[in-house]
């Protein structure tokens, strides 16, 4: 995780950007773009879980 936030707020810009350019340019068919949002919000989630997991390691040593 970046903890500086100057460098979260250089990351956020070109991320928005990235965001309205594929839903600019998102297939007619809906079910292809539901399957991928579902697929991230999958990968999301597993990676709070190994940060979460990689943290309470940490404190315990």
Do not use: C, D, Y
């Amino acid at each position: 995780m970046i903890r500086n936030p100057r460098t979260k707020r250089l990351l956020s810009v070109p991320l928005l950007i990235l965001g309205g350019l594929l839903m600019f340019l998102a297939p007619e068919n809906i079910w292809i773009g539901a399957i991928l949002f579902v697929l991230g919000i999958g990968v999301e989630i597993v990676g709070l879980v190994l940060a979460h997991r990689a943290k309470t390691s940490q404190s315990r040593e």
